[in-house]
């Protein structure tokens, strides 16, 4: 295997398993391009009743860059855990433009009529953003799990392997950091 | 807040959860005293947690199309010659306009496709010009034809279309009748077959891309779109491999999700998921729900339900059963290979049915006589592997090859015979004689890569010819034992030989189905079981265990009295019983091993292999029983293995297979007087010490000796702390973990070492527990968990893991218990209680382990009443 290829996600993964040290930050910023422009493909493009599901994007972004028979479940795992963090900034900073937009009025009617879907409870994602950044600051672990789960779509078993602790501690991270969002974000 | 107030709502927050529901909020009383932010902190989450639905559950990608911008702003846009007047559709491609030719000159309604990726070389945009005009020169009545394409001013590509007005192809079928279907698929077939013919493929077939007109004619879109957007999104030219674009996994070949070439095969698949769905109105897989790792293993692993299978009273699936059902099954087959050879070849069985003849197309269990096809057509075949290749790297290529083929065909087939020879040579003569070579692993490592490379470049070229085949699959399961047969010196590769083996396997599947090959098929799904059960995959190890006995079963009622046979089908019977045994599945077990023992005495009883087998499943019996708490039928079926073995010991003191066999005997027989008879469990141990350090001396690089002499070493070690020598435990015990540490430094991939390792550290706990040193034996237990928890996070099929976990669990969290630290005890003992629990509702308990949860519960309670 040839590590000067540049763009080989394959190969950067193993590094990251193996514990190379500039591999992540090689891996985040070649994911980070990749998922972007997906993001970018899906926002312009995708059907309203079949709306943006950045976990199928990871997914898409994951099974476009790795050849995952050369990967192990280890690794693959990291890089959801990359594309995890890249997924929040991406949503995040889509979310702040729509704000901003709804703010000086110009798209606000056009922009709901498009948008033609009810979720029910909505949930907006900056105060989202804001609960977990709250929380970053008095449970790391906990914060991080979620970051996994609700932005890369990890299952219980996946967050485990990346955090390097048992399914168990997650599942019962989990239970908390549900309800205590639960409880955040329809706090009036 | 601060992080101990957090953690504290945190705890109670947990333990007022653990409470039944209409206790909880007198248990938060209790529990809070007076503190009333923590009491109001926790009351509000417990409401929220009552919720039915949480908001961060959805995943964001509920919320997230809130952010969706409108594609308002289209309308009324010119795009080249066009003008945009609506949209009338969304994919993943991009968003398709109604527009309409604006430059008067005539009155034309398009599909216009707008992608909103910008050229970024000129290079590219002469690619998606060159590949546009391919597109464009189709010209079929059932394909949509490719208009225009260009640039907008503002940078986006877009595509002009031949305007389709129908239904999508699934609400059409719907009211057809079965031979109105296969008729509408035929013209599909025909389209798709012209395309081939033109070096086009679909790549992204998929019945909302088929839609019917109001004449009743299919019209297939996008043809060959999913190639030019992805190389156009990829924003590199070079990268023709695939990366695919379109994710429609439902009705993606196996080779698509592994990103291997796209080629006519996989279209062939896709129809194949097409016309099932439209005859059965269900997809083959069940995606649902699935993590993308489920999806990519459903997809490449696990067949799909039969046609006639699907259980829905308002299919009339008799109707499918047979030809029907075989022909989509073999559109649908994992190997490209044993797909239809092209698409014509689909559309002919399908005719051939309509016209009641014999159908090409047979179960997967009948023999596959495609290879006899190519073997008789040889010029046809080789014309047909071009066709690929073309479609993969390219006409030119292609073209270059086919003229150069007749000049090179004789040194090519020199060639060929020569890589034959030497990698024959490199696997059966120079692979065993290195294999006991102290230190060789290196050499071997290379040499199973080299001849992996020439096999598999041999295997390719080389699909007609049986014989080679037959030598190629014996070649590839040569590699695996070396990489990972657990009953031989390997690589400890585990997975590698799983691949190895697996390739052996499906070569052996297409072999004409004689008795021998049948045999052969066997022993591979036997050594595929072997190599799982190592891997404690315990669930797929099974499986290919069944499938080996079913070929036995087959083959021995034809000819009952093959003696051979017959003792190949009880050692699969055994591999299979201690399979369940590992499992906790003794109930399952023991009547197998009851069986195997009855039917051994058929056998050349004076055979030393037979002997042999019969000492090692009567101690396998023996063993099983005592877990079961059937002690003594235990000890009765266990003293019969010991007198067999000790005779065999006597008479063959220099045959290393005969010496393994009495080890196990040993060891089995001492582990099942633990705890009742301990002096004369550790007689055996010692008997099975003395056995692996002969075997040591005879050879020192003998790994598995080694690792028989750590673990006689520990179980020394367990019968001394049962029989409190504690310092002679302790010795017995250190000098066991320093095999297995150097053991796991020179195979760190190996679990059982890990396991072992695991097991022994509960046992130094023990040892230190009795000898009161409650630090000492909190660390080992400690270790023990965190080599059972790596274990068990590998693979969630591993029960036993998961309940060596839970026991160590147990023992950390009573010794904490004992130290003070009640926080971390009831961490301990609650983790532990959660994973017996769980194997409980698994039926994963044997009765042995049912005291660990009440053990559990106790510890609890008493915690709980102290706290």
Known sequence: MNLTKPKDVTVLLNAVGAGDESAPEELLAFVYDDLRRLARAHFANEKPDHTLQPTALVHEAYIRLVSWENVSWQNRAHFFAVAANVMRNILI?????????????????????????????????????EALQTLEKVDGRQAKIVELRFFGGLSIEETACVLKISETTVRREWTFAKAWFQRELTRD | MNPEFWGKIKQTFELALAQPEQNRIEFLR???????????????????????????????????????????????????????????????????FLAERSDGEFQQKVALKIIRQGFTNGELEKYFRRERQILASLNHPNIAKLLDGGVSETGELFLAMEF????????????????????????????????????????????????????????????????????NLLDDVTQTQTAFRALTPAYASPEQLRGASVTTASDIY??????????????????????????????????????????????????????????????????????????????????????????????????????KFL??????????????????????????????????RDRAEKRFNDVRQLSNSLLFEIAPKIERLNGSTE????????????????????????????????????????????????????????????????????????????????????????????????????????????????????????????????????????????????????????????????????????????????????????????????EVEMSKAVLIAESLAREYPNDSNIQQDVWRVFIWASSIYEDSKDEICLQFAQRAVKTSETAIASDPANMQAKHNLAKSLSRVGICSVNLKKLSEAHSNLAQAETIFLELI??????????????????????????????????????????????????????????????????????????????????????????????????????????????????????LNVAG
């Open chain 2, 443 to 634: 050499a071997r490592e290379i040499l199973v890569k080299r001849a992996l490379e020439y096999l598999d470049s041999l295997a390719a070229e080389s699909q007609s010819d049986l014989a080679l085949q037959s030598e190629l699959a014996s070649a590839y399961e040569k590699i695996g034992e070396l990489q990972g047969n657990p009953n031989k010196p390997n690589l400890s590769d585990f997975a590698g030989a799983i691949l190895s083996y697996e390739k052996a396997n499906a070569i052996r599947r297409r072999l004409p189905v004689t008795p021998e090959n049948r045999r052969l098929l066997a022993e591979n799904f036997r050594q595929l079981s072997a190599v799982r059960f190592i891997q404690n995959d315990n669930g797929a190890s099974l499986q290919d265990s069944s499938a080996a006995l079913k070929i036995y079963e087959g083959l021995l009622a034809e000819s009952p009295g093959a003696t051979e046979m017959q003792a190949s089908f009880i050692e699969a019977e055994l591999e299979q019983a201690q399979i369940y045994s590992a499992n906790n599945q003794y109930r399952t077990a023991i009547p197998l091993f009851q069986k195997a023992v009855a039917t051994l005495p058929n056998l050349d009883p004076g055979k030393q292999k037979t002997r042999a087998l019969t000492a090692r499943t009567y101690s396998l019996l023996g063993n099983a029983l005592s877990w079961d708490n059937r002690q003594p039928e235990a």
């Open chain 2, 30 to 96: 209790a529990t809070c005293q007076g503190d009333n932010e923590l009491f109001e902190e926790v009351i509000s989450l417990l409401n929220a947690h009552d919720k039915t639905e949480h908001l961060i559950e959805k995943h964001c990608f509920d919320i997230a199309g809130n952010i969706l911008p409108s594609s308002h702003r289209y309308e009324g846009r010119q795009f080249g010659h066009y003008k945009i007047i609506r949209e009338i559709g969304r994919g993943g491609m991009g968003a398709v």
């Open chain 2, 164 to 231: 389709i007005e129908g239904e999508t192809l699934l609400a059409f079928a719907e009211s057809l009748s079965l031979g109105e279907k296969l008729g509408l698929f035929l013209k599909i077939c025909g389209a798709v077959a012209y395309a081939h013919r033109n070096l086009v493929v679909h790549r992204d077939l998929k019945p909302s891309n088929i839609l019917v007109t109001r004449g009743n004619e299919p019209k297939l879109l996008d043809f060959g779109l999913a190639k030019l957007l992805d190389e």
């Open chain 2, 375 to 408: 073997r008789r057509n040889k010029i046809a075949a080789a014309a047909a592997a071009l066709v690929i290749v073309a479609l993969v790297s390219g006409l030119a290529i292609a073209l270059w090859q086919a003229k150069k083929a007749g000049r090179q």
């Open chain 2, 270 to 371: 896709s129809l194949g998921v097409v016309l099932y769905e439209m005859l059965s109105g269900e997809r083959p897989f069940d995606l649902e729900k699935k993590s993308l790792d489920e999806v990519l293993r459903t997809i490449t692993q696990t067949e799909p339900l039969r046609l006639s299978q699907i259980r829905d009273p308002k299919l009339q699936t008799q109707h499918l059963r047979g030809d029907i059902e075989n022909i989509v099954a073999m559109a649908l087959r994992k190997e490209p290979e044993r797909r239809f050879e092209s698409v014509e070849a689909f559309a002919d069985d399908i005719e051939r049915h309509l016209s009641h003849r014999t159908v090409s197309a047979r179960p997967n269990t009948v023999k596959y006589r495609a290879s």
């Open chain 1, 93 to 129: 900073d889509h979310a702040r433009k729509k704000n901003a937009q709804k703010r000086s009025g110009g798209q606000r009617i056009l922009l709901e009529e498009a948008v033609g879907f009810q979720t029910g409870q909505e949930l907006d994602l900056l105060a989202l953003d």
């Open chain 2, 745 to 862: 430094n020179k195979e760190p991939k190996n679990r059982i070492y890990q396991n072992d390792l695991g097991k022994l550290y509960t046992r130094f706990g023990d040892t230190k527990q009795k000898q009161h040193d409650l630090n000492g034996a909190l660390s080992a237990f400690q270790r023990s968990v965190g080599l059972f928890e790596a274990i068990a996070q590998t693979d969630e099929r591993n029960t036993l893991a998961r309940r060596d976990l839970a026991q160590s669990l147990k023992s950390v969290g009573l010794i904490q218990l004992e130290l003070g630290e009640k926080e971390n005890a009831l961490q301990s003992l609650q983790r532990a209680l959660e994973i017996v629990t769980q194997l409980k509702q698994q039926n994963a308990l044997g009765d042995w382990d049912k005291s660990l949860l009440t053990e559990i519960q106790t510890a609890l309670q008493k």
